[in-house]
């Protein structure tokens, strides 16, 4: 339900019968019955296969290929290679802002890393393509890779994630260190994590003279269609990129990729439809991971636990030729008051593809070990650890000093701390047995993710038959955009869901802003919600303007708009429907526009995040080295809630991926060949039903009036923050080892101490 | 030279109850063949080598990878895939679970999950929770819903103990 108040602007927003309640999500049927059509589903007539081969080494040059051979298996259409690649407008290489990655797409010889794309195999039917790229045989001149944090030189990376700072300082960390009566230092090592959504990365294209379609699971339709077309040196709207679900993202579906350049390319090679997929080992490489880190944490505190000083310096890689580094230290900036903090950073250069985005990028890497020094500094000052957080319990952003916008923390500490039993915890560990002789410790950690916001638009439209439409180009990885964006664009328009029809998923829509940094609800929401608005407003203009209108003179008054009528605000008795407005001016529709983006002036008056605090049991065998975790209670605040089915899903599911980070994902690549090691989903491991136990998310009540008008922080990435250092520390409660490089194995947890 | 191996070969396939014939080559996969051959895409590809259960589908009523099958082994069987598991336009009760209980988030997984669920309450009508989790450890969800696709397995078989019928799709 919008409420317009004709004599104010802008206008104001109220929550009708839409937002906040547990739908299930709209699309669930079709992902049921197997009719959701994602982007390797499509087959359009005359349709051929491609398939990458790419390079067994990671650095060098490719000597040769047997296209011949290659050629002559039956049912090979044609091999792309560098020599026979259509022309591209844009240099592969050019980066002309931060949202792009530099793609190999068969611009020379060289290779920059394993599993790069050498050449694209297209044929009639996917095995020949398949057979045709094993044939292909190359021979490389090969140089010595370096793939790991001390294989090379470091410098100062002149930005971290995306512009922000590489160096942040306040007060003088040396000095409050060196005042302290406690300190700590210690190193904790993170490893190469690889996205690896269920669905690989999958293009169909086809082209129609200089009109391209493709079907591709994209978290940003609006730059994939911009990444097209000045590749293809094509007007945008000469592009459709359609991505109705995607079968996760994860991140690595944000920036476009060069595999799915080449999908557009060998279409336009052999002027016929085109699909490439992935295989499961080409997801290694070519479209991106988390960088490994190095982050050296330095603490201390006065005789009270209160922090004097807090340093966390990070070291991490990028690729030889693009520039991703993984901001890890920036989580210091905002969890635990200290009048001394320094974050900095230094990286290398490795020959292996660009790292990216990838779920809670820099704030999971960052926390876990942020998490695990608070904990050591606990138990240095002698200290619970819940108790040591609330003793540095931030009240206002510490690197900037800005009150934050909310910050529901305290809550979600007690609500969690109680839900757990966290008062029954032992200080000391190696304490707690359960009946079968199993270690057993728990652990606390905080969760903390920005609460930020992109650019995005919206369209609504009221027909005269009093229904509507709410056309946004959103993405839905799984999180639920078809049904949350529907429920906010409902309620924008006075309707029930079932008057309303929602488009989304495709580029010719209205640019919904990607769909990362969970900030996709907060965007497209606010788009819609404003295009919902817009509409409204004309009609009540419409409606009150006119003498035959109940509604007539009510403009100072205002309506309100719901069940498809609007209201008298001061009297409810007086309505009309939109039907009959629309009718009466002799109108087929009405149409309005929402546009949304981040306040500028909220931005620099307030400090936004979302809070959580995440409490885990684990059971560690005490001869095998096995660890479990047992529980695990989540309880999160991020404003306002407008599905809360749909939000539990993510804070559950970036719980798993915490307890993922604690103890099982681990990229392995050879430092002699630079080859990931572990390139499947049998050796990459990624938990399963049976790791996990009943987890519980608690959903902290929060109100937020400075992040936007609904009020919405983000939810899809927080969780990952807080579980991964509450699982490692419970590790530490239940054997008294400090495990610093994750995962936590049981062979590293098993492996004689160093002395 | 030809091997005489590699020569395509017409096989029968019973697919969701209808027998579809065709000539394929052996090295076709049975999810490409479903996939590309017959149109059924609601089996999906994850991994390729049998990890990740997102191609699981009924083999003769058990459950199998069908990325790690030739077509041609499928010559003479039954296959039940997720287009066959609703009954017309009525949902088993495990699709309407996962559907209720928000057993599925981004949903490439979804199908594989159903596939080895039903076959696993058909054999332990009345599981308890942690044979659930057992159960459905080999098919992997990254987004990652297991708890809510446990809750709606453990729903599934409270609904089919005390309607059992309502689980006959076709296969």
């Known amino acids: 339900m919008s409420e317009i108040v004709l004599s104010a602007t802008p206008a104001h927003l109220r929550h009708g019968s839409n937002i906040g309640q547990p739908l299930t999500r709209r699309d669930g049927i079709l992902k049921v019955t197997g009719g959701a059509r994602f982007a390797a589903d499509n087959h359009p007539p005359g349709m051929l296969y491609a398939v990458l081969a790419v390079s067994s080494v990671a650095r060098g040059r490719v000597a040769a290929l047997d296209v011949a051979a290659a050629k002559a298996h039956p049912g090979i259409v044609e091999i792309m290679t560098s020599a026979n690649k259509p022309p591209l407008a844009l240099d592969p290489d050019a980066k002309t802002n931060p949202f792009m990655r530099r793609l190999e797409l068969l611009q020379n010889d060289r290779v920059r890393y394993a599993n790069q794309p050498i050449a694209v195999v297209i044929a009639e039917t996917l095995e020949a393509a398949t057979e045709g790229a094993a044939l292909l045989s190359p021979r490389y001149e090969e140089e010595a890779p370096r793939v790991r944090l001390d294989a090379a030189e470091s410098f100062v990376p002149p930005a971290v994630g995306v512009g922000h700072p590489s160096e942040a300082e306040i007060g003088d960390v040396e000095t409050g260190l060196a005042g302290s009566l406690r300190r700590i230092e210690a190193t904790y090592e993170t490893p190469t994590q690889f996205h690896n959504p269920m669905e690989p990365h999958a293009i169909v294209a086809a082209w129609d003279g200089d009109a391209l379609t493709v079907d591709t699971p994209s978290q940003g339709l609006a730059m994939a269609q911009a990444r097209i077309a000045e590749l293809f040196g094509i007007p945008a709207e000469n592009v459709l990129v359609r991505s109705p679900f995607l079968g996760g993202g994860f991140g690595c579906k944000g920036l476009f990729t060069g595999p799915q350049v080449l999908g557009i390319m060998a279409a336009r090679l052999v002027g016929r439809p085109v699909k490439l997929v992935l295989r499961r080992e080409q997801m290694f490489g070519p479209v991106g991971h988390r960088a490994p880190t190095q982050q050296t944490l330095r603490l201390g505190t006065d005789a009270d636990g209160a922090l004097l000083g807090l340093s966390h310096h990070t070291r991490t890689a990028s690729s030889t030729f693009d520039d991703f580094f993984e901001p890890a230290s920036d989580v210091s900036h905002t969890l635990y008051a200290s009048p001394a903090i320094r974050t900095s950073y230094e990286a290398v250069r490795l020959d292996t593809g660009t790292p990216t985005f990838m779920r809670a990028p820099g704030e999971a890497s960052g926390s876990i070990a942020l998490e695990s020094a608070i904990d050591e500094m606990a138990e240095a000052c002698g200290m619970d650890p819940l108790a040591f957080r609330l003793r540095n319990y931030a009240e206002l952003e510490p690197i900037s000093g800005k009150p934050f916008s909310s910050k529901a923390l305290r809550a979600c500490y007690a609500e969690g701390a109680e839900r757990f039993g966290w008062k029954a915890r032992p200080l000391r560990p190696r304490e707690m047995r359960d009946a079968s002789g199993l270690l057993v410790g728990w652990g606390v950690g905080t969760a903390t993710f920005p609460a930020l916001m992109f650019q995005g638009q919206a369209r609504a439209v009221i027909r005269k038959d009093g229904t509507g439409i709410v056309e946004t180009g959103a993405q839905d990885m799984g999180q639920g955009a078809w049904t949350a964006l529907a429920q906010i664009a409902a309620d924008g328009l006075g309707l029930s869901m079932e008057q309303m029809e929602f488009r989304s998923g495709a580029s010719n829509l209205p640019d919904a802003g990607i769909a990362g940094g969970s900030a996709h609800t907060a965007t497209a929401g606010m788009a819609v919600a404003g295009a919902g608005a817009d509409a409204i407003a004309k009609l009540a203009a419409l409606a009150t303007g006119d003498e035959r209108s109940a509604l007539f003179g009510a403009g100072n008054a205002g309506v309100i708009a719901r069940d498809g009528r609007l209201f008298r605000r001061d009297d409810e008795s007086r309505s009309e429907s939109y039907a009959d407005i629309l009718n009466r001016a002799a109108l087929a529709e009405i149409e309005g526009r929402g546009s949304s983006a981040a306040d500028p002036i909220a931005q620099a008056n307030y400090a936004m995040h979302a809070h959580g605090a995440v409490f885990a049991e684990v059971k560690v065998d005490p001869e095998l080295g096995q660890i479990r975790v047992t529980r695990l209670v989540g309880a999160f605040a991020a404003g306002r809630i407008i599905n809360p089915r749909l939000v539990r899903s993510q804070y559950y599911g970036g719980m798993i991926w915490g307890v993922s980070f604690a103890l099982h994902e681990h990229g392995e690549i050879d430092p002699r060949s630079g080859r990931p090691m572990n390139p499947n989903l049998g050796e990459y491991h990624v938990p399963v039903n049976a790791d996990i136990p009943s987890i519980e998310a608690i959903l902290v009540a929060e109100e937020d009036r400075h992040v936007n008008a609904l009020g919405i922080k983000g939810v899809g990435e927080i969780a990952i923050t807080g579980t991964a250092g509450a699982v490692a520390n419970a590790v530490w409660h239940a054997t008294g080892r400090r495990i610093r490089r994750f995962p936590i194995t049981l062979e590293r947890l098993t492996e004689p101490a160093p002395r | ?171």
């Open chain 2, 1 to 171: 030279m030809t091997e005489p191996s590699a020569s395509p070969r017409p096989i029968r396939v019973s697919v969701n109850g209808v027998d579809h014939e065709r000539t394929v080559e052996p090295r076709l996969l049975l999810s490409d063949f479903l996939r590309h051959d017959l149109g059924l895409t609601g089996t999906h590809v994850g991994c390729e080598h049998g990890v990740c259960g997102a191609c699981t589908v009924a083999f003769d009523d058990q459950p199998v990878r069908s990325c790690l099958m030739f077509a041609v082994q499928a010559d003479g069987h039954r296959i039940g895939t997720i287009e066959g598991m609703a009954d017309g336009e009525t949902l088993h009760p495990l699709q309407m679970a996962f559907w209720e209980l928000s057993g599925l988030q981004c949903g490439f997984c979804t199908p594989g999950f159903l596939i080895t669920a039903r076959d696993f309450l058909a054999r332990n009508p009345d599981p308890s929770e942690q044979e659930v989790r057992e159960a459905l450890s080999g098919n992997l969800c990254r987004c990652t819903g297991y708890q809510s696709i446990v809750a709606a397995v453990l729903e599934a078989a409270r609904r089919l103990r005390q309607a059992p019928l309502a689980g006959l799709g076709k296969s």
